[in-house]
T-cell receptor, first 116, second 109 residues
């Protein structure tokens, strides 16, 4: 199975809501990533988990809270978001190589989030 | 932090014409990857280059890694409408990755 799945595909939420995005992979990858992509922009790295531990947080506001319950699952908990947080949220996974350089990213289809 | 610039930002070509996008890094890279994102889709891995001066081909696509390992290019020969999308390079170190700014390709039938 070479697929990364994400749910939901679309999400509309108010600024006072709490919601969660979910991501799952069964490729045995030990690194999982959250990206944010605004229209006409490249994906921006938000968080990286390696071996289920948070290893990179790119100074993301605390209203975004990641969680990695096990090696196959990655969640992004959302609370008190702002309209400017509306974007495509992409999950990805990869092997963890030791040779330096980027590891090949396998992306899910994304969750398109709208904050009203 | 690491900056990865791509040019051009947009390219419109007539079907059958060639297309090239260039990726330039402010630092020397261990490797570079290329991804394609179709409209409404997600990035899909195309290829990885590791060695200085490396050239790889995939059918009509040719990828090059510069001798100094600070730049790379993707060339498409005889574009087709199926080539439409945004092409990104990706660079980085262990886990910490940076996408290039992307080149959006439009192909006019």
């Amino acid at each position: 199975d070479t697929e990364v799945t994400q749910t939901p595909k679309h999400l509309v939420m108010g600024m006072t809501n709490k919601k969660s995005l979910k991501c799952e992979q069964h490729m045995g990858h030990r690194a999982m990533y959250w990206y944010k992509q605004k229209a006409k922009k490249p994906p921006e790295l938000m968080f990286v988990y390696s071996y289920e531990k948070l290893s990179i947080n790119e100074s993301v506001p605390s209203r975004f809270s990641p969680e990695c319950p096990n090696s196959s699952l990655l969640n992004l908990h959302l609370h008190a978001l702002q309209p400017e947080d509306s974007a495509l949220y992409l999950c990805a996974s990869s092997h963890l190589s030791t040779g330096g350089g980027a590891d090949t990213q396998y992306f899910g289809p994304g969750t398109r989030l709208t904050v009203l | 932090g690491q900056q990865v610039m791509q040019i051009p930002q947009y390219q419109h070509v007539q079907e059958g014409e060639d297309f090239t996008t260039y990726c330039n890094s402010s630092t020397t890279l261990s490797n570079i990857q290329w991804y394609k994102q179709r409209p409404g889709g997600h990035p899909v891995f195309l290829i990885q280059l590791v060695k200085s001066g490396e050239v790889k081909k995939q059918k009509r696509l040719t990828f090059q890694f510069g001798e100094a390992k600070k730049n790379s290019s993707l060339h498409i020969t005889a574009t087709q409408t199926t080539d439409v999308g945004t092409y990104f390079c990706l660079a980085g170190g262990y886990q910490k990755v940076t996408f290039g700014t992307g080149t959006k390709l439009q192909v006019i039938p």
